[in-house]
Protein backbone atom coordinates (compact mmCIF):
# COMPACT_ATOMS: atom_id res chain seq x y z
CA UNK A 1 0.00 0.00 0.00
CA UNK A 2 1.07 3.30 -0.71
CA UNK A 3 2.61 5.38 2.24
CA UNK A 4 3.83 9.26 2.78
CA UNK A 5 6.38 9.40 5.08
CA UNK A 6 7.33 12.60 7.45
CA UNK A 7 9.31 13.19 11.02
CA UNK A 8 7.66 12.62 13.79
CA UNK A 9 8.43 15.96 15.28
CA UNK A 10 10.16 19.31 14.40
CA UNK A 11 10.76 21.42 17.10
CA UNK A 12 11.86 25.82 15.99
CA UNK A 13 12.45 28.98 18.11
CA UNK A 14 9.73 31.78 17.66
CA UNK A 15 10.49 33.62 14.83
CA UNK A 16 12.40 30.98 12.80
CA UNK A 17 11.41 28.69 10.13
CA UNK A 18 10.41 25.40 10.15
CA UNK A 19 10.30 22.85 7.45
CA UNK A 20 8.02 20.14 7.58
CA UNK A 21 8.66 16.99 4.97
CA UNK A 22 6.75 14.50 3.04
CA UNK A 23 8.02 11.86 0.75
CA UNK A 24 5.77 9.65 -1.70
CA UNK A 25 7.28 8.00 -4.41
CA UNK A 26 4.17 9.30 -6.43
CA UNK A 27 4.71 13.00 -5.55
CA UNK A 28 6.05 13.82 -8.67
CA UNK A 29 2.68 13.29 -10.01
CA UNK A 30 0.62 14.08 -7.73
CA UNK A 31 -0.28 16.91 -5.40
CA UNK A 32 0.46 17.57 -1.42
CA UNK A 33 -2.41 18.85 0.91
CA UNK A 34 -1.13 19.79 4.07
CA UNK A 35 -3.06 19.77 7.57
CA UNK A 36 -2.55 21.69 10.45
CA UNK A 37 -4.17 20.00 13.59
CA UNK A 38 -4.59 21.74 16.86
CA UNK A 39 -5.04 19.58 20.06
CA UNK A 40 -8.67 18.58 20.56
CA UNK A 41 -9.73 20.44 17.61
CA UNK A 42 -10.52 19.27 13.61
CA UNK A 43 -7.94 19.40 11.02
CA UNK A 44 -7.69 22.89 9.30
CA UNK A 45 -6.74 22.52 5.09
CA UNK A 46 -3.59 25.23 4.83
CA UNK A 47 -1.72 24.08 1.86
CA UNK A 48 -2.88 22.71 -1.48
CA UNK A 49 -1.80 21.69 -4.65
CA UNK A 50 1.18 21.78 -3.52
CA UNK A 51 1.80 25.61 -2.92
CA UNK A 52 -1.61 27.36 -3.06
CA UNK A 53 -2.75 28.90 0.51
CA UNK A 54 -6.94 28.94 1.01
CA UNK A 55 -8.03 32.24 2.45
CA UNK A 56 -7.62 33.11 5.93
CA UNK A 57 -4.52 30.95 6.38
CA UNK A 58 -1.39 33.56 7.04
CA UNK A 59 1.47 34.16 4.39
CA UNK A 60 3.68 32.52 6.77
CA UNK A 61 2.24 29.36 5.55
CA UNK A 62 4.12 28.31 2.33
CA UNK A 63 4.72 25.07 0.54
CA UNK A 64 6.94 23.43 -2.19
CA UNK A 65 7.69 19.87 -4.11
CA UNK A 66 10.25 18.72 -5.64
CA UNK A 67 10.71 15.08 -6.92
CA UNK A 68 9.51 12.41 -4.28
CA UNK A 69 9.21 15.41 -1.20
CA UNK A 70 6.68 17.68 -0.57
CA UNK A 71 7.64 20.28 2.14
CA UNK A 72 5.49 23.14 4.35
CA UNK A 73 7.31 25.83 5.33
CA UNK A 74 6.45 27.93 8.13
CA UNK A 75 8.55 31.12 7.97
CA UNK A 76 8.81 33.18 11.05
CA UNK A 77 6.77 30.42 12.75
CA UNK A 78 4.31 32.08 15.82
CA UNK A 79 3.89 30.05 19.20
CA UNK A 80 -0.07 29.75 17.79
CA UNK A 81 1.91 27.24 15.16
CA UNK A 82 2.28 24.67 17.35
CA UNK A 83 0.19 21.77 16.19
CA UNK A 84 0.59 18.37 14.48
CA UNK A 85 0.62 18.76 10.26
CA UNK A 86 -0.14 16.35 8.41
CA UNK A 87 0.81 15.66 4.32
CA UNK A 88 -2.17 14.01 2.16
CA UNK A 89 -2.29 12.73 -1.51
CA UNK A 90 -3.21 9.99 -3.47
CA UNK A 91 -1.48 6.76 -4.76
CA UNK A 92 -0.19 7.27 -8.70
CA UNK A 93 -3.65 5.65 -9.79
CA UNK A 94 -5.72 8.07 -7.62
CA UNK A 95 -7.65 5.60 -5.83
CA UNK A 96 -6.07 5.40 -2.49
CA UNK A 97 -6.89 8.59 -0.45
CA UNK A 98 -3.39 8.52 2.26
CA UNK A 99 -2.07 10.75 4.91
CA UNK A 100 1.59 10.59 6.27
CA UNK A 101 2.01 9.88 9.91
CA UNK A 102 1.93 13.86 10.83
CA UNK A 103 4.50 15.74 12.40
CA UNK A 104 4.84 17.50 15.31
CA UNK A 105 5.92 20.90 15.59
CA UNK A 106 6.94 22.49 18.86
CA UNK A 107 7.77 26.31 19.03
CA UNK A 108 9.69 27.21 21.47
CA UNK B 1 -19.81 29.40 6.00
CA UNK B 2 -19.54 25.97 5.70
CA UNK B 3 -20.88 23.86 8.30
CA UNK B 4 -20.91 20.06 9.10
CA UNK B 5 -22.01 18.62 12.30
CA UNK B 6 -21.50 14.76 12.99
CA UNK B 7 -23.59 13.16 15.58
CA UNK B 8 -24.65 9.32 16.50
CA UNK B 9 -20.78 8.33 18.05
CA UNK B 10 -21.17 6.23 21.05
CA UNK B 11 -20.15 3.14 23.06
CA UNK B 12 -20.59 0.31 21.62
CA UNK B 13 -19.51 -3.35 21.90
CA UNK B 14 -17.77 -5.11 20.03
CA UNK B 15 -19.72 -7.12 16.79
CA UNK B 16 -22.14 -4.06 16.97
CA UNK B 17 -23.42 -1.35 15.13
CA UNK B 18 -23.65 2.50 15.31
CA UNK B 19 -24.41 4.90 12.38
CA UNK B 20 -22.88 8.12 12.36
CA UNK B 21 -24.94 11.50 10.16
CA UNK B 22 -23.03 14.51 9.46
CA UNK B 23 -25.64 17.51 8.65
CA UNK B 24 -24.22 19.96 6.18
CA UNK B 25 -25.35 23.40 5.82
CA UNK B 26 -24.34 26.82 3.83
CA UNK B 27 -23.23 24.70 0.66
CA UNK B 28 -24.67 22.94 -2.11
CA UNK B 29 -24.19 19.71 -0.68
CA UNK B 30 -25.46 17.93 -3.85
CA UNK B 31 -22.12 19.26 -5.88
CA UNK B 32 -19.74 17.56 -3.37
CA UNK B 33 -18.22 14.21 -2.96
CA UNK B 34 -18.13 13.82 0.52
CA UNK B 35 -16.06 11.70 2.77
CA UNK B 36 -15.61 9.64 6.39
CA UNK B 37 -12.06 10.18 7.85
CA UNK B 38 -11.02 8.65 11.26
CA UNK B 39 -8.37 9.08 13.82
CA UNK B 40 -7.55 6.60 16.61
CA UNK B 41 -6.97 8.28 20.15
CA UNK B 42 -3.60 9.57 19.72
CA UNK B 43 -2.73 8.62 16.26
CA UNK B 44 -3.34 10.01 12.77
CA UNK B 45 -5.89 10.60 10.45
CA UNK B 46 -6.77 7.63 8.29
CA UNK B 47 -9.40 8.12 5.31
CA UNK B 48 -12.36 5.71 5.58
CA UNK B 49 -14.99 6.14 2.37
CA UNK B 50 -15.87 8.38 -0.34
CA UNK B 51 -19.46 9.04 -2.05
CA UNK B 52 -19.83 10.92 -4.90
CA UNK B 53 -21.93 13.92 -5.06
CA UNK B 54 -25.30 12.24 -6.70
CA UNK B 55 -24.70 9.48 -4.27
CA UNK B 56 -24.40 6.14 -6.82
CA UNK B 57 -20.44 5.93 -6.20
CA UNK B 58 -18.58 4.50 -3.24
CA UNK B 59 -15.21 3.72 -2.06
CA UNK B 60 -13.68 2.15 1.13
CA UNK B 61 -10.99 1.83 2.69
CA UNK B 62 -9.57 -2.39 3.19
CA UNK B 63 -9.83 -1.50 6.68
CA UNK B 64 -13.43 -1.14 6.54
CA UNK B 65 -14.90 -3.03 3.37
CA UNK B 66 -17.37 -4.79 3.78
CA UNK B 67 -18.29 -3.58 7.22
CA UNK B 68 -18.93 -0.05 6.19
CA UNK B 69 -21.20 1.90 4.26
CA UNK B 70 -21.68 5.24 3.06
CA UNK B 71 -24.28 7.27 1.75
CA UNK B 72 -26.41 10.42 1.38
CA UNK B 73 -29.53 11.96 1.29
CA UNK B 74 -28.96 14.94 -0.51
CA UNK B 75 -33.09 16.05 -0.08
CA UNK B 76 -32.10 16.47 4.04
CA UNK B 77 -28.36 17.45 3.56
CA UNK B 78 -27.29 14.91 5.26
CA UNK B 79 -24.12 12.16 4.84
CA UNK B 80 -23.99 9.01 7.07
CA UNK B 81 -21.94 5.88 8.09
CA UNK B 82 -23.49 2.63 9.01
CA UNK B 83 -20.88 0.43 10.61
CA UNK B 84 -21.52 -2.75 11.47
CA UNK B 85 -19.01 -5.69 13.25
CA UNK B 86 -17.39 -3.00 14.80
CA UNK B 87 -13.76 -3.94 16.71
CA UNK B 88 -11.86 -2.22 18.98
CA UNK B 89 -9.48 -0.88 16.40
CA UNK B 90 -12.17 1.38 15.14
CA UNK B 91 -12.48 2.99 17.80
CA UNK B 92 -11.78 6.70 17.18
CA UNK B 93 -12.98 10.28 16.32
CA UNK B 94 -14.80 9.84 13.16
CA UNK B 95 -14.70 13.48 11.04
CA UNK B 96 -17.40 14.33 8.39
CA UNK B 97 -15.60 16.19 5.39
CA UNK B 98 -16.12 18.05 2.02
CA UNK B 99 -14.51 16.96 -0.94
CA UNK B 100 -13.41 19.78 -3.11
CA UNK B 101 -11.40 19.37 -6.87
CA UNK B 102 -8.61 21.39 -8.08
CA UNK B 103 -6.78 20.56 -10.68
CA UNK B 104 -7.62 17.34 -10.71
CA UNK B 105 -7.39 16.06 -6.99
CA UNK B 106 -9.84 15.82 -4.82
CA UNK B 107 -8.86 16.89 -1.48
CA UNK B 108 -10.68 17.68 1.72
CA UNK B 109 -11.20 21.57 2.19
CA UNK B 110 -14.01 21.48 4.90
CA UNK B 111 -14.58 19.05 8.22
CA UNK B 112 -16.90 18.51 10.86
CA UNK B 113 -15.80 18.50 14.82
CA UNK B 114 -15.75 14.66 14.89
CA UNK B 115 -17.84 12.32 16.63
CA UNK B 116 -16.33 9.95 18.97
CA UNK B 117 -17.16 6.35 18.67
CA UNK B 118 -15.86 3.46 21.31
CA UNK B 119 -15.80 -0.03 20.72
CA UNK B 120 -15.57 -1.92 24.15
CA UNK B 121 -17.39 -4.47 26.25
Known amino acids: SYELTQPPSVSVSPGQTARITCSGD??????AYWYQQKSGQAPVLVIY???KRPSGIPERFSGSSSGTMATLIISGAQVEDEADYYC???????????FGGGTKVTVL | EVQLVESGGNLVQPGGSLRLSCEASEFTFSSYAMSWVRQAPGKGLEWVADINGIGDSTSYADSVKGRFTISRDNSKNTLFLQMNSLRAEDTATYYC??????????????WGQGSLVSVSS
Open chain 1, 26 to 31: ALPKKF
Open chain 1, 88 to 98: YSTDSGGHHRV
Open chain 2, 97 to 110: ARLDIGAGDFFFDQ
Open chain 1, 49 to 51: EDT
